[in-house]
T-cell receptor
């Protein structure tokens, strides 16, 4: 049982390039999330999904797009990378939120540098 | 002003000491309070989870929530070098959206 797996673990991009970060979970969780973590800022929610085929904006969605074509996968795309998107990106998943707040399970992150 | 404030530290204590961590928040509607532990180059892992006010104990860890003061705490008793990590507080309303503190980095010296 791998939990939440993120690929790649590291990546360096040039300004203007595009890329996709992949998140896969094997816990049959309904909800999936993408966060970015920056020094002194904590974790900030970029986009999230409450089920297959659905996505919604979080706190800092600009410059990112997401897709949830399969329940177990959640993709985060950067169409035209900017230096301000240099960060550590975390994916998380949780069970259906029908009884209070279900804990979120995190992957180990993707470290992305934009030059 | 951030919705959740957490002193980033760093905090350095000798092995066996009590570690005291805290967060303050501004949204009185928060109902769920969590502490996550994050080791270097790893993702956060849930450590403690509390609903509403009160205390919760799990082994060497105690979480306290004081909603009247909008203040939450985490205490680690008999701290070990393996407790060296960044501790993140998080809280939410009745839904799944979490608001995180910036994290406090703790080092336990052997």
């Amino acid at each position: 049982n791998a939990g939440v797996t993120q690929t790649p673990k590291f990546r360096v991009l040039k300004t203007g390039q595009s890329m996709t970060l992949l998140c896969a979970q094997d816990m049959n969780h309904e909800y999936m999330y993408w966060y970015r973590q920056d020094p002194g800022m904590g974790l900030r929610l970029i986009h999230y999904s409450v089920g297959e085929g659905t996505t919604a904006k979080g706190e800092v969605p600009d410059g990112y797009n997401v897709s949830r074509l399969k329940k177990q996968n959640f993709l985060l795309g950067l169409e035209s990378a900017a230096p301000s998107q240099t960060s550590v990106y975390f994916c998380a998943s949780s069970k259906l939120q029908n009884r209070g707040n279900q804990p979120q399970h995190f992957g180990d992150g993707t470290r992305l540098s934009i030059l | 002003q951030k919705e959740v404030e957490q002193d980033p530290g760093p905090l350095s204590v000798p092995e066996g000491a009590i570690v005291s961590l805290n967060c303050t928040y501004s949204n009185s509607a928060f109902q769920y309070f969590m502490w996550y532990r994050q080791y270097s180059r790893k993702g956060p892992e849930l450590l403690m989870y509390t609903y509403s006010s009160g205390n919760k104990e799990d082994g060497r860890f105690t979480a306290q929530v004081d909603k009247s003061s909008k203040y939450i705490s985490l205490f680690i008793r008999d701290s070990q070098p393996s407790d060296s990590a960044t501790y993140l507080c998080a809280m939410s309303l009745s839904d799944y959206k979490l608001s995180f503190g910036a994290g406090t980095t703790v080092t336990v010296r052997a």
